[in-house]
C-alpha cells in the first residue's frame, strides 16, 4: 500500500480489514485523498470495521481544509464537502453536514478538538 498516497481500493482494503492504522499521520495522508465520496459511504456502512474513523475523515477534513492559511477557496471547498453529504439519509452524516453549515455560517467557531481531534460522534457543536 502506498502510504502517503493510497488508491481507492487500498483505503476500502484497509476500511474492511482488522489492520491498525498504517502510519501515525494516516488521517492526514487520507486528507490529501480528498475522498470525499468514500468517506461518505464508508462511514454510513454498518459492515465496515472502521465507520467511525471515516466519520472522523469527514470532520478532519473539514478542519484542515478550514484551517488552511490564505486559501480563498477553502470555503467553497467546504461548502461543496457538505454538498455530498447533504443527501444522506444517516444521523451521523446529518450532524456532521449540520455542524459544517454551522460553521460556514459562524454560529459555531472553528474548535481544533471538534473538528480534527474526534471530538464529534453524534455532537452538535455549540
Known amino acids: 500500500m502506498n502510504v502517503t498516497n493510497p488508491s481507492v481500493s487500498e483505503i476500502k482494503g484497509w476500511a474492511y480489514s482488522d489492520e491498525e492504522w498504517p502510519h501515525a499521520e494516516w488521517d492526514l495522508f487520507l486528507s490529501w485523498t480528498k475522498e470525499i465520496d468514500l468517506f461518505i459511504e464508508l462511514a454510513i456502512d454498518p459492515q465496515?470495521?472502521?465507520?467511525?474513523?471515516?466519520?472522523?475523515?469527514?470532520?478532519?477534513?473539514?478542519?484542515?481544509?478550514?484551517?488552511?492559511?490564505?486559501?480563498?477557496?477553502?470555503?467553497?471547498?467546504?461548502?461543496?464537502?457538505?454538498?455530498?453529504?447533504?443527501?444522506?439519509?444517516?444521523?451521523?452524516?446529518?450532524?456532521?453536514?449540520?455542524n459544517v453549515q454551522d460553521l460556514l455560517k459562524g454560529r459555531v467557531k472553528y474548535n481544533y478538538d471538534n473538528w480534527r481531534a474526534g471530538a464529534f460522534a453524534g455532537y452538535k457543536f455549540t
Open 48 to 98: 465496515c470495521p472502521k465507520r467511525i474513523f471515516f466519520l472522523h475523515m469527514l470532520y478532519y477534513l473539514v478542519g484542515t481544509t478550514f484551517n488552511e492559511p490564505s486559501k480563498t477557496d477553502k470555503l467553497d471547498r467546504i461548502k461543496l464537502y457538505a454538498q455530498k453529504g447533504s443527501g444522506v439519509v444517516h444521523a451521523d452524516i446529518q450532524a456532521w453536514v449540520a
